[in-house]
């Protein structure tokens, strides 16, 4: 190293906690393999090359004036903006999801898991789940505290951490009255719908919850055209054939099979970036293929004095993430729109 470089390296004083970070930080360096390892073996230094010296050297000198720098709020406003120029949402896109972090730790200390989930409605939730009543109250307080340290790592504070004991599913089986009851209803109705020339594709009869599922087919107009005809054609069938207080739920609900395609990794970390911070406000990700369009939904009111600036923000962060040199090789130059719309569903960026 330059001697120079050295002597003025030699005269900076080093804080204990500092001087314990730095070790800790080579450390952790070399666990990663991001340097090499020096040993203190004087054979094995012998055998190093000259070159291989110096580049460690310089990498160890380079590791020590960043800690110090950014610990001492001596950046300089290059540094700084090179520190800030790095994307939140690309941390997100290059890292695990947080139930995996979350779902991995629990494991590794051997945690009996059955699942995990996350729940954005009506609150964000990370919902565990344990099996076996006696071990669930055992474990439960230890495993909250865990996922709320990884949810602390990451920086989400949008979510709380609800712990549960897993309740196995049990289908209800219906007896031979039901059975026959279920079939009967759902032969009258399809009946009534060809005869009234409804466009239909499903009835559902589920006599224990006494409803009547018809989901219409067509687009929203048609549907509310016939909702209500529909609701009293199923009444009228139910009240012919002696089946008092049933429910007629008409819906219009289709599946549509989305193809996989590039953009689904870039909103996954679009919807768990925006959604985990409480300062952006975010209740909701979508995107539109073609044109491509993301559409973030926030709780924002659009009348509120911060809602131009909190639209402002999050398009800023996404088109910051957009502009990465990862995903605009994802993107191949193909254009894109993001809309921010506040709760009464305005325009808000």
């Not at 055998?47 to 110096?54: A, H, V």
């Not at 006696?134 to 949810?151: H, P, Q, T, W």
């Amino acid at each position: 190293m330059d001697n120079k470089i050295r002597q003025e390296l030699d005269k900076i004083e080093i804080p204990d906690e500092l001087h314990n970070r730095v070790i800790l930080g080579v450390q952790k360096a070399k666990e990663d393999n991001q340097i090499p390892v020096i040993n203190s073996s004087a054979s094995i230094r012998k055998q190093k090359s000259k070159r291989k010296k110096i580049i460690v050297t310089w990498i160890m000198a380079a590791i020590l004036m960043i800690i110090l720098f950014t610990s001492s709020g001596l950046v300089s406003p290059t540094m700084a903006k090179m520190i800030s120029s790095i994307p939140y949402l690309g941390s997100v896109f290059q890292s695990k999801s947080i139930m995996t972090v979350i779902y991995e730790e629990l494991e590794d200390k051997g945690y009996e898991i059955e699942g995990i989930g996350i729940r954005y409605d009506p609150q964000k939730m990370i919902m565990i789940n344990i099996k076996g009543t006696d071990y669930y109250k055992e474990v439960k307080d230890e495993v909250k505290k865990i996922a709320k340290n990884k949810l602390n790592e990451k920086g989400y504070d949008a979510y709380s951490v609800e712990v549960d004991v897993f309740k196995e599913r049990t289908d209800y089986i219906l007896n031979e009255e039901e059975k026959a009851e279920k079939k009967l209803l759902e032969q009258k109705v399809e009946e009534k719908m060809k005869q009234l020339d409804y466009k239909y594709d499903m009835v559902q009869v589920d006599p224990t919850e006494n409803a009547i599922f018809i989901n219409i087919v067509g687009d929203k107009k048609y549907f509310r055209s016939i909702e209500k005809e529909v609701e009293k054609a199923g009444l009228e069938v139910t009240n012919e054939n002696k089946f008092k207080g049933y429910r007629i739920l008409p819906t219009n609900t289709t599946v549509e099979v989305r193809v996989a395609d590039n953009i689904a990794p870039i909103e996954s970390a679009i919807v768990e970036g925006l959604l985990s911070k409480k300062e952006y406000k975010v209740t909701g990700v979508s995107y539109k293929r073609v044109p491509l369009t993301f559409i973030i939904s926030t709780s924002e009111l659009s009348t509120s004095p911060t809602a131009k600036q909190l639209g402002s923000e999050i398009e800023g962060e996404i088109v910051k993430f957009l502009q990465s040199d990862e995903i605009t090789e994802i993107l191949a130059n193909e254009e894109y729109s993001i809309i921010v719309n506040s709760k009464d569903n305005k325009k808000i960026n």
